[in-house]
Structures are given as C-alpha cells and as structure tokens.
C-alpha cells in the first residue's frame, strides 16, 4: 500500500523559508515520478513542482527560482525547498506520485504552509 506522509509546512514571516519533506512508502521513489502541488483557499489545486526519474525537475513559474525540488532515494523521501516566500503561497501543500508521467495515482494529505505579510 503506497504512503505518502508530507512535514515540514507552519507559519513564516515575507521573505522567510520552509522545507517541505515527503516521506514515502509501499513504491521505491527512485523508479516514480513525484511532484508536489498546492492548493489555496476557494482556489484549484495547482502544479508547483516535479521529479522526473531522470533527474529532470520542473516548475510552475510563479515559483521558479525560489523553490527547488529535491529527493533522496536512500530514503525515499522528496523534498522542497521554498525561500523567499511570499503570502501568496500559502496554500495546503500535497506530495503527489505516480509511476509514470501524467495523473498522479497516489497524494498525501498535505502539510499547511502560511506566509504572513
């Protein structure tokens, strides 16, 4: 059975930094494609981030150059980084994976991020 368990969200000031963690289990990360999304208030899910199994990572732009997306496969585990945050990425952010691009087949139950101004 696949698990995903995401941490690392909470409260921090314009400006500061978070590191999202996405702890997985029942897949092997190294062989799925992982992302991560968000969603805001009365607003749609949306792509932030992903993890192709090549190395290849992508980004939504109203994030590039802030966040990055990383794994360790040793510890099946995907991370993102967020600096510079602003408050308009507070949001419920979701640990997604799938084994191969396109719909994601498995979520976690996400980890709240809030960026006051």
């Known amino acids: 059975q696949v698990r995903l368990v995401e941490s690392g969200g909470g409260l921090v000031q314009a400006g500061g930094s978070l590191r999202l963690s996405c702890a997985a289990s029942g897949l092997t990360s190294s062989t799925y494609v992982m992302a991560w999304f968000r969603q805001a208030p009365g607003k749609e899910r949306e792509f932030v981030s992903s993890n192709v199994r090549n190395g290849r990572t992508g980004y939504a732009d109203s994030v590039k150059g802030r966040f990055t997306i990383s794994r360790d496969n040793t510890k099946n585990t995907l991370y993102l980084q967020m600096n510079s945050l602003k408050p308009e990425d507070t949001a419920v952010y979701y640990c997604?994976?799938?084994?191969?691009?396109?719909?994601?087949?498995?979520w976690g139950q996400g980890t709240q991020v809030t960026v006051s101004s």
């Open positions: 997604a994976a799938n084994a191969m691009e396109g719909a994601y087949s498995y």
